[in-house]
């Protein structure tokens, strides 16, 4: 898989500082920060090792074991301070130490904090060092290690988080791809590297889908209850809560009359799912017609997680008795383009976001979202420093963005009390003529195309 760029930088740059550093770098599962760590270490001179789920002492032989092997060396004293006094690179070169999903360690054990910190403080091994400790518990990561007043965090001189890839990275890294087929795929497996790499560019949608995730030997079938057992426990109230987000059912009130659980119950699971990023709580952007708005939505934010409970989870039985293009062509074909309406509203708005970087928009965006009314939605609403405005309109599952379309869009902005000074209307397919002949002669109006994009 491609490392991003961005990513590499961010370790080269702590590599070339003077200073001994301490970088911490974190993101879930499949977000290839093992790839990331190859491709940074090769030509550099490394200890690297592997934490993994065990007591105390086992995890301090294991690492012995790794110096002992590495080195050549006979140690008697088992301490982490003792091991870092064996590494070495063998020259003036900087000597750059890794330690992968460190929690395990410190969960446990806080004497390899203290080693760490004295080997970054040259109290241990002389030459210049770098120091990157990793871990995929972006809750631990997050609500331990990084937290206020924790005890770690003041040694840290860099934290880098992996993040998801954009809808532009994932067009680089698909450049044969048309802008659909990257919005279907972006739609279903949202940015995370671990998955693309495993996306079969010889095959159709169709058939990936049937082999990555209805197939039991596919990678990602039940990946979705594996993210979430991960981190949390009690998958089977998460299991409820997901499917019934995912079937609709978006607001506490809605979770509460559908699951049986009380409202405090819902409350605390869903600030877990928040915490770990696989659900979010939906806000209107600020208009006028506040009282028009519908208040406490939930959605999947997770990409994968909500095709999982949107399409899979519902039918687990037949998915066992189906073959995988029967259960694809049964559930998902005939409902997939409205589950990628939401996507596609990403991907616009990501495309306004790069224009704007460009200086290319009537107005200097500051900040954009949504409007989620009680009687409808608007897809896209930016505003400048200066309040001025943009509302988009995206279309992505019709054959035509139709002129009845932009009136529902203008009875919405009446109710968001929203006076746009531009008009912005994507479509995946086509726009009705009338359309096409209005933004000729309008300025305010804005039509953009699949291929624009």
Request: aromatic share 12%; hydrophobic share 40%.
């Amino acid at each position: 898989m491609v490392v991003k760029g961005t990513d590499l930088k961010v370790l080269e740059t702590e590599y070339e500082e003077n200073e001994n550093r301490i970088v911490f770098l974190y993101g879930k599962k499949d977000s290839e920060k093992e790839e990331l760590i190859r491709a940074f270490l090769k030509d550099k001179k490394f200890f690297y090792y592997r934490a993994r789920q065990a007591s105390e002492k086992a995890q301090l032989k294991m690492m012995g074991e790794e110096v002992s092997r590495q080195y050549g060396v006979n140690i008697q004293d088992l301490s982490y301070e003792e091991y870092f006094k064996r590494v070495k690179s063998n020259g003036p070169s900087k000597l750059v130490v890794v330690v992968e999903e460190v929690q395990y360690i410190l969960k446990k054990d806080d004497d390899f904090f203290d080693a760490i910190c004295a080997l970054k403080d040259k109290q241990l091994y002389p030459g210049p060092v770098m120091i990157i400790l990793t871990s995929s518990s972006i809750v631990w990561s997050e609500q331990t290690f990084l937290a206020d007043g924790a005890k770690y965090s003041s040694a840290i001189d860099a934290v880098h988080k992996m993040e998801e890839w954009s809808f532009l990275d994932v067009v680089r890294a698909f450049p044969e791809f048309s802008v659909a087929d990257s919005v279907s795929l972006f739609g279903v497996l949202g940015g995370v590297p671990g998955y693309m790499s495993r996306w079969n560019k010889k095959k159709n949608f169709k058939q990936n889908i049937c082999d990555l995730v209805l197939s039991e030997n596919g990678y990602l079938y039940g990946k979705a209850e594996e993210i979430i057992s991960y981190e949390l426990r009690e998958l089977a109230v998460y299991n409820t809560i997901l499917s019934t987000i995912a079937s609709g059912k978006d607001k506490l009130n809605d979770l509460y009359t559908e699951t049986g659980f009380s409202r405090a119950k819902i409350s605390v699971y869903m600030k877990n799912l928040g915490q770990f990023d696989i659900v979010e709580k939906l806000v209107s952007m600020e208009t006028g017609g506040w009282e028009n708005a519908k208040k406490g939505v939930y959605q999947i934010k997770d990409t994968f997680v909500h095709f999982w409970y949107r399409f899979v989870y519902p039918h687990l039985s037949d998915l066992y008795i189906l073959t995988p293009s029967e259960f694809y062509d049964r559930y998902i074909a005939k409902d997939l383009d409205a589950y990628l309406d939401r996507y596609f509203i990403d991907v616009c708005k990501e495309y306004l976001s790069l224009l704007n970087q460009m200086n290319r928009l009537p107005i200097n965006i500051s900040k954009m979202g949504s409007w989620i009314g009680k009687n409808g939605n608007i897809d896209i609403i930016a505003k400048s420093a200066d309040r001025r405005m943009i509302v988009g309109l995206c279309n992505w599952g019709k054959l035509v963005l139709s002129e009845a379309m932009v009136e529902e869009l203008q009875e919405n902005m009446k109710l968001a009390k929203v006076t746009p000074d531009h008009i912005y209307l994507f479509s995946a397919k086509a726009f009705d003529p009338k359309l096409v002949k209005l933004a000729e002669t309008d300025p305010k109006l804005e039509l953009i195309d699949m291929k624009e994009l």
